[in-house]
């Protein structure tokens, strides 16, 4: 799950935002909203998020440069969305200096989201992996994973504690087999050590004979027969970052 946060001085905007997302019919465990109706508050909110993946800022506050909201946002997340909302939707110089994703049109609110939620999704698409647990539709970090084990025919996605996914839904049990996720898997850094598990090579701390220590500690073994080429592909990984 994505989390957007809205900082705007208008209950009355926010709600019309949350509003035009439901329209556009995204899948409902795809995102969160999180509101703050003044600067102020939103500023001291900050040390205190932990995960934010989009902001949608209120260009013109009462008493407020939205710069200046925007400045403190990304002392925080460096690497986040930064979508201005506004009236008039025309950057200015200054604008830049804080790497805006885009520009939502209060007056046109639902195109304009749904362009910048569409680019979004689009370039995470290509660093997550959507699986299905009961009839819902779950999104999943791969950098998140620590390994893929296998239960019965189903695929078990076994989650880093440092992921916000961790608390709903570790560990994860998918409708997918195992054999089909670790086949989804193979364009990202992973490998089976194991008949019984597939490991996400980018949590690996140590490999020490035949034990693996991951990076929450948790140790698995490498099969003899799994040796050479889990040796092989955790060295091909190390050479290519």
Same mark, same amino acid.
């Given at each position: 799950?994505?989390?957007?946060? =809205?900082?705007?001085?208008?209950?009355?905007?926010?709600?019309?935002?949350? &509003?035009?997302?439901?329209?556009?019919?995204?899948?409902?465990?795809?995102? +969160?909203? @999180?509101?703050?109706?003044? $600067?102020?508050?939103?500023?001291?909110?900050? $040390? &205190? =998020?932990?995960?934010?993946?989009?902001?949608?800022? #209120?260009?013109?506050? $009462?008493?407020?440069?939205?710069?200046?909201?925007? +400045?403190?946002?990304? /002392? %925080?997340?460096?690497?986040?969305?930064?979508?201005? @909302?506004?009236?008039?939707?025309?950057?200015? *110089?200054?604008?830049?200096?804080?790497?805006?994703?885009?520009?939502?049109?209060?007056? #046109? @609110?639902?195109? !304009?989201?749904?362009? @910048?939620?569409?680019?979004? *999704?689009?370039?995470?698409?290509?660093?997550? =992996?959507?699986?299905?647990?009961?009839?819902?539709?779950?999104?999943?970090?791969? /950098?998140?994973?620590?390994?893929?084990?296998? #239960?019965?025919?189903?695929?078990?996605?076994?989650?880093?504690? !440092?992921?916000?996914?961790?608390?709903?839904?570790? $560990? *994860?049990?998918?409708?997918?087999?195992? +054999?089909?996720?670790?086949?989804?898997?193979? /364009?990202?850094?992973?490998?089976?050590? %194991?008949? !019984?598990?597939?490991?996400? *090579? &980018?949590?690996?701390?140590?490999?020490?004979?035949?034990? =693996?220590?991951?990076?929450?500690?948790?140790?698995?073994?490498?099969?003899?027969? %799994?040796?050479?080429?889990?040796?092989?592909?955790?060295? !091909?990984?190390?050479?290519?970052?």
């Amino acid at each position: 799950m994505f989390t957007i946060a =809205i900082c705007d001085d208008n209950l009355a905007d926010i709600n019309i935002i949350k &509003q035009n997302y439901l329209e556009l019919n995204f899948n409902s465990n795809l995102f +969160e909203f @999180i509101e703050f109706t003044s $600067p102020d508050e939103f500023i001291t909110a900050l $040390p &205190q =998020i932990k995960y934010l993946d989009i902001l949608l800022l #209120d260009m013109y506050m $009462p008493d407020y440069c939205g710069h200046i909201v925007a +400045e403190q946002f990304r /002392k %925080h997340f460096p690497k986040a969305y930064l979508v201005f @909302i506004s009236n008039f939707p025309l950057p200015s *110089l200054d604008d830049y200096k804080f790497f805006p994703a885009g520009y939502i049109d209060k007056k #046109d @609110i639902s195109v !304009s989201l749904l362009r @910048i939620l569409a680019r979004f *999704l689009s370039e995470k698409m290509t660093s997550t =992996i959507n699986v299905h647990k009961g009839n819902s539709d779950i999104l999943i970090n791969i /950098k998140d994973i620590l390994y893929i084990s296998k #239960d019965h025919s189903h695929a078990v996605i076994n989650l880093s504690p !440092s992921s916000r996914d961790y608390s709903l839904y570790h $560990p *994860l049990k998918c409708k997918e087999s195992y +054999e089909d996720l670790c086949e989804r898997v193979e /364009k990202f850094p992973f490998s089976s050590p %194991h008949n !019984s598990y597939c490991v996400n *090579l &980018q949590q690996i701390k140590k490999i020490d004979g035949y034990d =693996i220590t991951l990076s929450n500690n948790e140790r698995l073994t490498v099969s003899r027969s %799994h040796r050479f080429c889990f040796r092989r592909a955790y060295t !091909s990984y190390l050479n290519s970052i």
